[in-house]
Structures are given as C-alpha cells and as structure tokens.
C-alpha cells in the first residue's frame, strides 16, 4: 500500500511542477521556485517507492506479487537486487527513478530554456508514472499470503544480468534530455543553446546503452549456450535502434556546433531517438512480437497507455518541428568531397540507413499484418542488410581523421595505415579467409582500426580529451574484425561422451566424469595439459526445464566453448494395458488401475497411474502422476522406484481403452549416460569484447570533453 | 551541392531496393501444415506437440518431434538442434523452416508457454 501511496504522491508532485513551469514561463521567477521545490518532491517519493520496493525485496515480502514473482528466501542476497528489475514493472521504476534523478541537472539554469524543458522532461515522467500505476510493482497477491516467493530465473543469477537493466535505463532515462532540451529549442524558437545540453548528454546516453547492450550480448554468450552474442531478436534490436540513432545524431550535433548545418536535422533526430525508445518497449511490452520472438512477451495490458502516450509524444514533438519548419534558418554551407565534414555526414546517413533497415526488419511482423500474413524476416535479413553497410562506414571511419575539417585533401600521413592494413589483409587472407566479402570486410575493419590507433596515439600525447572519438572508432574496428573472426570462421561439432570413455576432438581428449551436484565434469586433456570444464546442467523448477551454461576456456588467440546438449540415461518408453505387467531390468511392474484420488484442482485434471513393483519377493506401490491444464500444459511427477534407483514417469493416459504410457528412467549408479555436447571454436572472440571496451572508454572521453564544454 | 544530394539519393534509393528485396525474400509467412508442404520457400508452423513423438537422435544430432494442428493434421518435424527448454510444458510449438525430403527441417523452434512457466528474461 505504502509504495503506491509513494507513486501516487509522486505523480501529484510532477503534475504541479509541471502546471508550474509552464505557468510563470520565464517572467515568473517565483514559479519557478515553487516548480522546482515540486520537483524535489517527486524525486523524493520516487526514490522513496524505490527504497520501499528494495526494502519488500529484502524483507521477503511475498505477499507482494511482484517479490512473490521473482524472489526467494534461498536467492543470494546479491541477486535480490536484480529481483528488483527482473520484471516489466521494476524497471519501469528503475526508468523513473533514473530519469528523476538526471532532472536535477537539468534544474536550476536560471535561464529561459528551464521552464520549457522542465515542463516536457515532467511529461515524460508523469507517463512512466501512469504505466507504473496502471501496472505496479506495489499489487498484493489475491487471497493469502504465500510463504515463499516462486525465485528468480537461474539463467538472470549472473553479475552481468544484475548490471545489464540498470545501464540500459541508465541510458533510456537520459535520452528523454536531448529530445527535451530540442522541443524547448522548438518552443523558444532558439536553435543555439540546446545544444550545448544536447551533445553531452546524447554522448552519456550513447555511453550507458552502448554499455548495457555490449554487457547483454556478453551474457547471452556467457550463459545462454548457444555461442553466440547477439540473435538480432527484437528485444535486442529495440535497444540498438535507438542507439545507433543516438549516435548519428551526437555527430550530427558536433557539425551543428561546428558550422551550423544540420539543424532541422539534429532536431528530427533527437525526437526521432525519443519516440523509438517508447517504440521498442511498445514492440517488446505489448505481446504483438509474442510469436515471433524467442524472449517470451506476456501482455501487460498496458498496450493502449504505450499506444496513446506513442501518439501523442508523436504528434505534438513532430507537430511542433512541422509548424516551426519554416522559421527555422540552416546557413548554407559548401562542402568539399574530400572534406571530414562532408565523410561524416555520408557516415551519418550510411548509419541512419542501417538502423532504419533494422527497424523494418523488427517490425516485419507488424508491418505484414496489414498486408494480411503476420511474417517475421529471417536473421539472414539484418546479416545482408547489414554487411555492405559496415563495409562502407569501416572504409569512412577509416578514412575520416585523414580529411581535413573543411578541406579538399587526404592527408600523406595515411600511408602508413594504409600500409599496415594491406600487411594484416594479406596475413588474415593467408591465416584462411578465402571469402571475397568477409576479406573486404576485415579489410576495412583493420583500416578504421589501424588508422584510428594511429591518431589516437599521436593525439593523446597532445591533449587527451580531443582524442576519444580516434579511440572510439578504434574500438569499432577492432569489434568489427573479433564479429567476422568469431562467427564466419567458427567451427563446432557435436560429440557423445559416453560415462568414462575417453574421446579424441581436434586433438583435445575429452572425458565426462558425471554429474556432481549441478554440474557436468568433463576432463578435457591438451597436448598433457588437463582442465576440467564444469559447464551446468540441472534440473530448475523455475522453468521446469533443464538449465544448461556452457563452459568457456577463454584464451587470447580465440574461446573453446563447450555447451552440454542432452544427457541420455538408460530409459525405456513403453505402453500398457490396466492388469498387463511389464519387465524393467530385474523389476515387474503391474498397472493395477488409475488412481481413485483422481479428480480436479483448479481446472487442472489430476491423474495417477497405481503400479504394483516386485523384486524377488519384495513389492511396493507407486503412483506417477500427470496434471493436465485448461491450456493444455501439463505437469508430471515423477515416482521413485526401489530406494532411487530409477524414475517412472506417467506421460500420457486413455482412460476409455484403459491405457497408459510410462517413461521409466534408470538412475542408479551403475547406469549407462551418454553426454552430448557441442563444442566450438571461437576465434579472436576477444577482439569483440577488447573492441566494444575501447568503445566505451573513447565514449568516456568525449562525454568528459563535451561536458567541460557545457560548462 | 547538387551533385551531392544526388549521391545521397542514390545510396538511399540503392540500399531501399535492396533492402526491401531482402525483406521480401527472407520473410517467413505463418502457413498451415498442408501449404508449408506445398511450397519449398521457408515459412513458420505452429502446432501442439504429439506427446511421445520426441526424439534427440545421438547418432545424426537432430530432433525429432511431431505436431499437430487445430484440424488434427500431423506434421514431423527435425530440428538441429537439441530440444528446447519447456518443450514438455509448451501450449504450442512455432517451426520454422521448410519442407523437404519428407519432413520439416526447421531452423528455429519457438517455445510458447501458458503463463505459469512465463519466465522474466529480458
């Protein structure tokens, strides 16, 4: 209750800073200081209802079903904290909570950008506040109160997924400061001064999504199993859409503030970022992607606020741009073709371009379903889009320090990357990449990473600051070169270990020893040297499913990467008549009848299956069970046969011939197991994560620069 | 000036073309079974899983499984791959992939759960 009194306290507190910034505007001083006294309230209760939320986390408080949801009292203290943003309506919260906070520096300019930009900046949290009030973290569970929570996701109890959400929103939050500071522009009629706030806070923005996104891709590498970082699924697409549309309009603002040009369009673009970021969590939130996607979608019933707050975030910032179109003055400026201006403009549309084919791709699903057949397209869609794309943006990053800002001329000083590129093509060529395009790729990759290097380097001994954008692009390079290395030219295989016998795969000997505990032990021999790989494979309630992460031996020159597949044990399938017995190793099983417990629980069918096992002269009774749903899910539980030895499970029942099929599965000690795993190679993996570090520290610089500037 | 705007609407109306030919080649229509044995183009199935019919096969690596469809038709399917997580609990099984040498080889199988095994992945 407390918590929705907080959200409820909080949305009061914006609505009237908001009347109040907009009420005085700029003549009013004192209106002003009303606003802002409301505004701290907000971020008083917000960060209130957070604490409140943290503190039913760490209290157990499961009779809230969002902590009843997705915690557990035998849940490591340090994943309660990833509970927190584990569900849709956390990280709302976290979203507010982080964009509440940002506000605060947008606060107090004393200038006459404030009132306006306060004023939409509150719309924006007035709407995270309603979806968080029609959708709250704060609701009770129906009825009484359970005794223990239902826990967290195994796949989310990893250091990278308690960090993954909050850098994301980290980085949603602070793109509402762009798109804010470009309406109050709009609104003044001023197109100077936004962007002094603008570009520092498009580099943070650029910074923290950036980060979040690499961190996810590095999770899902490390733990989902299926070797690979990025499935172009639109859960992932909705966050790169608006990143990569972040970064074109930080260059785009950088030759605004150079020379004036692109106004109109580094206006577009900062509310375009905006209105794909409330796009994304329409497309990932709402459920219209539920059969096109992996990640499972439920529908929240929040999909008519997302609607409504789309379209009208939509139509008063574009209506706003359109009416005052006319009125705004670009200077018209002349660029040279050999001129860094110039090769970053053709860079900015190659990645509008990209991002845009991205967007369509990600909403094939929508945009089919008014042409009739919902389709979604194949990853192959976003790889061939996308390949000729980075070819020509590594050849302009590569190419751009050696223009000239307004010049007519390369710069002799590319030789010399020019020169190392060939060396590396013709290493890579002989190393075994044969394929003309991915040769042209690593080509250009190695010459924005050569070329960029060389800059940075003779900058830095300059002046630091000026050099994280060479850094950044280094980064890219290097990213680019670890993405073809370790996806085209991985190799993998598929072997069966069985229990103790040794095999031989790429000259590594592999061994699987069991199963203890959670893990698979598997020694792996190279060339003398032994390591066991450990990857996990158990059995969670969660999912009621099998959870399996790979074992990763991380090495410079590139990844072994083993991920367990299936575990056979010795098990037999079979079919029986009610009075018919059946053998299983030394065991007479006998289907006496169904059981007359039988009956239905919550709409669920219940059914047992009583069977009468012998062994010499002992005999005993067990009764596997199956739960039949309404939705058609079922559930069986399992029987324990003879102390443990093996398992019977009652898959499927004919009550009107009397039939029932079982799964009996040995488990004893003795028993034969087969380990199916795949293993591959992945190399240089390292370049892609060596390349998206440099990315984020040369981003670090820039925002360090571009925030002195703002000062 | 004007040769440059020039040079941009040619890199925009080359990428849109293209783009839109990927687009068109690489989309998956939802079909039933009957057409998605009819085409060879790759499209996406969606059935209930025949219980019993699931299979992970050591020797070749691939997964067999059948569904079923609203009108009863059956459809077996081989995935390469191993069987997904709550393939048991599944509602309904999305393939996708097409049609070939009797079967259907599907690249991709999707997993949709009722909502008690909903999971909170990102």
Redesign the interface.
Known sequence: MLGNVFLVLALSSAVFSAFHFIKGGTTYPQTNRIARFLYYLLVFFTSAATLYLFYLFFTYRFEYSYVY??SSTDLPLFYLLSSFW??QEGTFLLWLFFGVWLGLFLMKKDDEFESPTMFFYLLVQIFLLLLLLKKSPFELVPGFPPEEGRG??P??QDFW?VI??PLIFLGYAALAIPFCSALAALLKNKYKPWLKVGLPWAVFSALFLGAGIFV?GYWAYKVLGWGGYWGWDP?ENASLIPWLFVVVLLHGIMMEKADGSLRKTNLFLAILVFLLILYGTFLTRSGVL???????F?DLGINLYLIVGMVLFASFSLGLLLVRSAQIKTPKV??N?LSRD?GIV?GM??LS?SA??IL??TS?PII?RFLG??????T??YI??NL??AILIGFLVGVIPFLAWKGSRISKTILLPVFLTIILTLLAFLLGVRSLIYLVFMCMAMFAFTANLFVFIRRIRAHVLTAGGFLTHAGLGLMLIGVVTSSAYSSSV?V?LPKGEKRQVWGYSLTYQGLEQRNLRIEVGEKGQNFAARPKFYYSD??????RTPHIDYSLLGDLYIAP??L?TEQQ?LVMKRGETVEFKDYQIEFVGFDMASHSMNGKMVVGAELQVSRNEEKERVVPVLIM?M??????REAVLAQGEALVYL??IDADSKMI?LTIIDVSEGASE?L?LEMSRKPLIGLVWLGTILIMIGLAITWRRRTKEAR | ?N??IV??II??VV?VI??AL??R???????SFEEAKRTDA?V?V?G?VV??ESL?D??T?LFHFALRSPEGEILKVVFDG??P????????V?A?GRYQNGRFEA??V?V???????????
């Open positions: 949801g997705y584990a569900g967290l996701n796949l989310l997924m993954h959400p996810g859960v539920a059969d096109f996607s992996v990640h499972s439920t002349d660029r073709v110039f053709i549309l190659f371009v845009i084919l369509l791709g094939s089919t057949n919902p389709s979604k397209v194949a192959l869609y061939r889009t000729p794309l598929k069966n969660y999912t009621d499913g099998v959870v597949l299936e056979k399938s749903g939705e058609g899910e079922r559930e069986q898959d499927e099929s087969t199916v | 000036m040769l440059k040079i941009g890199i925009i990428f293209f783009g990927s687009f080649k690489t989309l998956t229509p939802y079909v790759s996406q969606i209930k219980p019993q992970y050591t020797t690596h191993t069987k997580a709550n393939f048991e609990q599944a509602t309904d999305v996708i690249d991709q999707l949709k759960c009722p909502s008690k095994y909903q999971g909170s992945e990102p």
